[in-house]
């Protein structure tokens, strides 16, 4: 049987090959285990392993070294089989190629300083760890780079980085952007926000954590919303004059209008009343006439009718005529002051209701009070849009009963109310 002594040349290079593939192996298992801490016995094994391969590989070097004449020391491997050899090898190199694949996943499924060194690396935030002294125990690839446009250097010391964080040191291209916050802009044209933690468990206290946070985006876009804010203030305040302006506007059209209207009512009654007089025409016809320019000097002047009741009820008709039915649910005021106002008021949440609620009862409650008169004038019409108010008309009713020492509420939620109170006349108190 050959012997390893007494075999080939040829054999003899690949076993030490195979040798030294196995050696390599063996030492790499054994860094790995010794950097992820994985126990004595296992470190001790594969130590002692590779040693025992170690001496195994001189064994081999001294009979090849024999077998060609080179050396005069005996040979240590001269009884032994040559295929114990290759078939030892062969699976060594297995077991080795085995464990190393066990190191692999380990490593994958096991977290170490490695495994979280790189992961600090990865993270596109800063971060560093300094002790209660300001020696910096940790520190990631971007707080690295974030160093070096901060203070010109690598970040070895905490105070360093904190005297430009806090305003104490100004460096060139480093703009402070919030006094209250640490907020730089950077020569890069970035944005960083830095923060400080104080680590509280049991394993890290004393230790404080910094982290710079990439608000590059937040802030700008912030800048263009407070940029558009300031616009649309400033258009809004525009709109607000613009809109005074056009309520004052419409009310002086409203005014105007309405004064063309009775103008031309008055102008026409006066007309026809001087045909009727020359011309000798019929009394009620002349008496229909006289009733229209009463109607307008009321307009014009605010001056009821001597009959109240009457003037009440030609409101009414007035109302009707336009397809509006008025219930009055109490007593009215006969009072020549009071009567006016109240007059005034169902008017105009007749012509409300027409214009703008489209509805077709108004509803009117009055009654009798110990200060006065109090008048509630609801319809039935649509409830008014979101944002309503008085527009000209109401406001001049508004005046009128404010002049005249009385009170008057408007609402439009949920639906529209006028409520007027109104005192006594002094011809009424006694």
């Not at 926000?193 to 990439?214: I, S």
């Not at 039915?325 to 005021?333: D, F, T």
Request: aromatic share 8%; proline share 2%.
């Amino acid at each position: 049987m050959y012997s390893y002594v007494t075999y080939s040349v040829k054999l003899h290079n690949i076993l030490m090959v195979l040798m030294e593939i196995s050696l390599i192996l063996e030492l790499w298992i054994f860094f790995s285990r010794l950097i992820r801490s994985a126990g004595l016995k296992k470190i001790m094994r594969i130590g002692i392993l590779f040693l025992m391969s170690f001496v195994l590989m001189c064994f081999f070097l001294n009979d090849h070294r024999y077998q060609i004449g080179e050396n005069n020391h005996p040979s240590f491997l001269l009884k032994i089989p040559i295929w114990i050899f290759l078939a030892g090898m062969s699976l060594l190199i297995i077991c080795l190629c085995l464990l190393v694949r066990n190191e692999i996943l380990t490593c994958r499924k096991n977290i170490s300083a490695w495994s979280v060194k790189e992961t600090m690396d990865d993270v596109p935030c800063g971060v560093c760890v300094s002790d209660s002294w300001g020696r910096i125990v940790l520190s990631n690839k971007k707080m690295r780079e974030l160093s070096r446009m901060l203070i010109g250097a690598v970040l070895q010391n905490y105070e360093d980085l904190k005297q430009v964080l806090d305003g104490n040191k100004s460096v060139q291209g480093v703009t402070r952007l919030s006094p209250e916050n640490s907020v730089l802009y950077l020569p890069n044209g970035t944005v960083w926000m830095f923060q400080n933690y104080m680590l509280t468990e049991e394993e890290v206290a004393g230790y404080l954590q910094t982290v710079a946070f990439d608000v590059t985006e937040i802030y700008f876009n912030s800048e263009k919303i407070r940029m558009k804010n300031e616009k649309l203030e400033l258009l809004n305040q525009k709109l607000k004059k613009m809109y005074e302006q056009i309520d004052e506007s419409i009310r002086e059209q409203e005014t105007l209008k309405m004064k063309m209207q009775v103008h031309d009512s008055f102008g026409r009654s006066l007309l026809t009343i001087r045909r009727m007089l020359e011309g000798n025409k019929e009394p009620d016809y002349m008496k229909n006439q006289l009733e229209i320019l009463k109607q307008s000097v009321y307009i014009l002047s605010g001056i009821m009718q001597d009959d109240t009741e009457k003037q009440y009820e030609e409101s009414i008709k007035h109302a009707e005529k336009l397809g509006v039915s008025v219930e009055i649910e109490g007593e009215l005021c006969d009072e020549y002051q009071v009567a006016l106002i109240t007059d005034k008021a169902i008017r105009e949440c007749i012509t409300n209701c027409i214009r703008h609620a489209h509805g077709r009862r108004v509803y009117v409650q009055s009654h009798k009070t110990r200060e006065g008169w109090k008048v509630c004038i609801t319809n039935d019409g649509e409830r008014p849009k979101e944002g309503c108010r008085e527009g000209g008309g109401l406001s001049a009713l508004r005046e009128v009963v404010e002049r005249d020492g009385g009170e008057m509420t408007t609402k439009f939620e949920p639906e529209f109310l006028l409520a007027l109170k109104l005192p006594f006349s002094e011809t009424e108190e006694e």
